[in-house]
């Protein structure tokens, strides 16, 4: 929860960056884990798509021992807090802030790769939910980060493994354009 915090509460891409750096190692164990138990079978990620307000106290005890912590002002981590990036749920999250998809990307990558090592008779084809899309671009967007990652670190690895992109039509405007997304 403390590196989430950070991420939250990042004012930079530097700062947001080395959090999460923080989460890629714990995401990559969470999703080397789910390969394992899912013994090859296919595997859908969703990508993150935290309600950051719920990552935050509301306490103000623990807002004043955050703020220490993190070696923030109280009134600056008051400002995130009661207004904790309304609206960038979902891909917009990821619009925003790219980084976090990257990230979350090389973790489903390398943990895929990982496990593909141990256990080379299993075909393990990652599969990645873009949440909340709501248009075309929002996904292309998204994918557009998604395959750059993917693709480096396939390149690298020296694999041929393939993985899918795709999304959930679960939003009432993606249902509008569901036949453009």
Request: proline letters at 7%; charged letters at 30%.
């Amino acid at each position: 929860i403390k590196a989430m915090r950070e991420m939250i509460v990042s004012e930079t891409s530097e700062q947001r960056e080395k959090a999460l750096a923080k989460l890629e190692p714990i995401q990559q164990a969470d999703f080397e884990a789910i390969y394992e138990a899912m013994k090859g079978r296919p595997v859908t990620i969703r990508l993150l798509d935290p309600p950051l307000h719920e990552f935050v106290p509301t306490d103000p005890k623990d807002i004043e021992e955050l703020a220490k912590e993190m070696g923030l002002t109280v009134e600056h981590l008051n400002q995130v807090i009661f207004n904790p990036m309304m609206g960038h749920r979902g891909c917009r999250l990821d619009v925003t802030f790219p980084e976090i998809a990257k990230m979350q990307t090389a973790a489903i990558i390398k943990a895929a790769l990982a496990v593909r090592s141990r256990r080379p008779a299993w075909k393990i084809v990652p599969e990645i939910m873009v949440p909340l899309v709501g248009e075309e671009k929002e996904l292309a967007f998204v994918k557009s980060v998604i395959d750059k990652t993917a693709r480096k670190i396939i390149k690298e690895a020296g694999s041929d493994m393939t993985y899918k992109v795709g999304t959930m039509i679960e939003i009432p405007r993606a249902a509008l354009t569901a036949d453009e997304i």
